[in-house]
């Protein structure tokens, strides 16, 4: 695009030489965005990068589809998109739309060795099963309890998709027992039975299947965040999955070699784990590639750095529009936003000068523990740092839907 506006801009430039015309300097023309339903709406030069949200929604609802100039969008329809502004006026409407209201079931359930925290929620003819998977430290918990994963959720239930939530041996008995210095799941040996994360897997599934809450034909897949997206590709790999997605994983080039199952990679653009990070990033893209080459079907995608806009912590219930302003304005006087609203840096900055001195931060310290967390979420996510992002829902569903087709 920068080239091709280069272009543009030497040939306006001979065909004014040529004609000796004295208009004014096409880079000084700008270009209106009009968000309705949502925020972004501003004035804009043409090349410039455009974010655009959707307005929050309540528990029972989801976000929908964008409406207007959408082929301007970069995803297509996902709450949160990005464009580069082109030299003409943009329109979008938001839609927002009725999502069915429920509370996945707690259960445990004996797994190879113990008994296993499960959670577990099928919808009426529900189309296939989604594994949801913790990263390293995690537990099935994250799934439950964290705001941009309850969005996921939501939108897969939605959709159509019963999920099951458990979680890796070493969580259930809160003990590095290989010794790696994490609490995650194992990724090897890679066999159903000697490995106890993956035989975990089977007999819960068969559990419910026993219960009669679904049935061995229903197609499965499975989605996993960091070293649960690791395990994601290898689940999906070993018990052939219809799909298989790893959000802020690479996944491993062994696997990308031999795997038939079709994979897709969301990346956070600026992850700084240390584990991932831009070199993770890069195996991403090559893993998907060899997956590709193999004439299987592969996506990539990554989540880019966006501003924060005053509204974005009203997506918590539990804050308020007014509140949530107030939080934007104290992030920015304190100097941790740039004069484009992008935040300068990580989260942890923040939350590291917030425990030095909270009362400097009288808005963010009246937050509940809950609250505070959900911001430091909010801020993970526009940063892209390693965290699991709802910007990318539709596309993943997409993807268990219809893989590369």
């Known amino acids: ?116 925290q499960v959670y577990y929620y099928f919808p009426v003819d529900h189309k296939g099963i989604v594994y949801l998977l913790h990263g390293s430290g995690g537990s099935a918990g994250n799934w439950i309890n964290f705001y941009e994963y309850q969005n996921f959720i939501k939108d897969l239930v939605t959709d159509g998709f019963g999920v099951v939530i458990t979680e890796a041996e070493e969580r259930t008995l809160n003990t590095d027992t290989n010794g790696d210095g994490s609490i995650r799941w194992s990724l090897s040996p890679a066999d159903t039975i000697n490995n106890v994360d993956y035989a975990n897997i089977r007999i819960i599934t068969d559990s419910l299947i026993n219960r009669g809450l679904t049935t061995k034909a229903t197609p499965r897949y499975s989605v996993g965040m960091s ?81 924060l806009y005053p509204e974005r912590f009203a997506r918590n219930p539990g804050i308020s529009i007014t509140l949530s302003t107030k939080l934007f304005d104290e992030i920015k006087s304190k100097g941790y936003l740039d004069d484009k609203n992008y935040f300068k840096d990580f989260s942890s900055f923040l939350n590291a000068d917030f425990i030095t001195n909270p009362a400097v931060f009288p808005v963010l310290n009246s937050l509940s523990v809950a609250q505070k967390i959900f911001v430091s979420e909010q801020l993970n996510c526009t940063v892209t740092d390693h965290h699991f992002f709802s910007d990318l829902n539709k596309t993943t569903i997409k993807f268990l839907n219809s893989q590369c087709r």
């Open 227 to 307: 070293n649960g997206g690791a395990f994601s590709a290898a689940l999906s790999m070993i018990y052939k999955f219809k799909a298989g997605v790893s959000y802020c994983a690479q996944s491993g080039d062994v696997i990308a070699q031999f795997t038939s199952t079709p994979f897709q990679y969301c990346m956070a653009r600026n992850d700084n784990n240390d584990n991932v990070g831009q070199a993770g990033n890069t195996a991403a893209i090559n893993n998907s590639g060899t997956i590709q080459a193999r004439s299987i079907c592969s996506k990539i995608f990554f989540n880019e750095r966006a501003p």
């Open 1 to 116: 695009m920068r080239f091709t506006l280069l272009l543009a801009a030497v040939h306006l430039t001979t065909l004014t030489s040529c004609t000796k015309k004295t208009s004014g300097n096409p880079q000084n023309a700008t270009y209106t965005v009009t968000i309705n339903n949502g925020y972004g709406s501003g004035v804009y030069k043409a090349g410039d990068t455009v974010h655009v949200f959707s307005k929050e929604w309540g528990a029972n609802q989801t976000f929908d589809a964008w409406r207007g100039d959408v082929n301007s969008l970069h995803f297509g329809n996902e709450w949160h998109e990005w464009f580069i502004m082109p030299e003409r006026n943009i329109i979008l409407n938001a839609v927002i739309k009725q999502a069915a209201f429920f509370s996945p079931f707690n259960t445990t359930i004996r797994g190879k060795n113990n008994m296993k």
